[in-house]
């Protein structure tokens, strides 16, 4: 308890609702969006490289694989054809097709005619890729986790929501093939 004429110390909340939002944007809210479009790019990339070198190490493949892999293992059983896979990961046909033929190779997909269309080729995972993929994906899941261990959780959870909305905002306004792509495979 304060003592009589103390004032009691209001501190500033992290990342709530509660902070103003009347007050007058200072000199170092000076390109703000555009600080924090760089801040999210740079992490997102430290994150991956620190993430396609464990790949690479533990599991001798590319960070490549395991998203065409994660995306059979969500299509499964009845896998993708080649077009919704290159869609998916956001590869040109061509590297789709050299990454499928890899892994083909490795035992980890297989090739089977579409069964209405024999023009279309349907990628899905074998047995051994659905086993491998999904030691990488235990694996992935603790790497992810050791990498954000040392935040709160209260900071998480915030950032989490914020993130949220801010994934709901750019898809109002981005362009409607934009929205497309967003809302086709990012579903988290």
Do not use: C, Y
């Not at 080649?82 to 990454?99: D, E, F, K, Q």
């Not at 709160?152 to 929501?161: A, D, G, H, N, R």
Request: hydrophobic share 45%.
């Amino acid at each position: 308890m304060a003592k009589p004429g103390r004032a009691i110390p209001q501190t500033r909340p992290l990342l709530t609702g509660q902070a103003k939002r009347s007050r007058q944007p200072s000199p170092a809210d000076a390109h703000i969006e555009l600080k924090i479009w760089l801040r999210l790019l740079a992490i997102s990339n430290q994150i991956k490289r620190t993430l396609a070198a464990r790949f690479r190490q533990h599991f001798d493949t590319s960070m490549a694989r395991f998203d065409l892999l994660a995306q059979l293992e969500r299509a499964a059983p009845q896998g993708l054809s080649m077009t919704a896979l290159s869609a998916r990961v956001m590869l040109t046909n061509g590297a789709i097709t050299g990454l499928v033929d890899g892994l083909v190779r490795d035992g980890l997909v297989a090739r089977a005619a579409h069964s209405r269309d024999r023009r279309s080729v349907i990628v899905g995972l074998t047995p051994l890729g659905r086993h491998k993929f999904r030691a990488m994906a235990r694996r992935h899941e603790l790497w992810v986790k050791d990498l954000l261990a040392s935040l709160p959780l209260e900071f998480k959870s915030e950032f989490q929501e914020h993130l949220a909305t801010m994934k709901r905002q750019l898809s109002i306004a981005a362009p409607s093939s934009a929205r497309r792509l967003t809302l086709r495979g990012d579903e988290h």
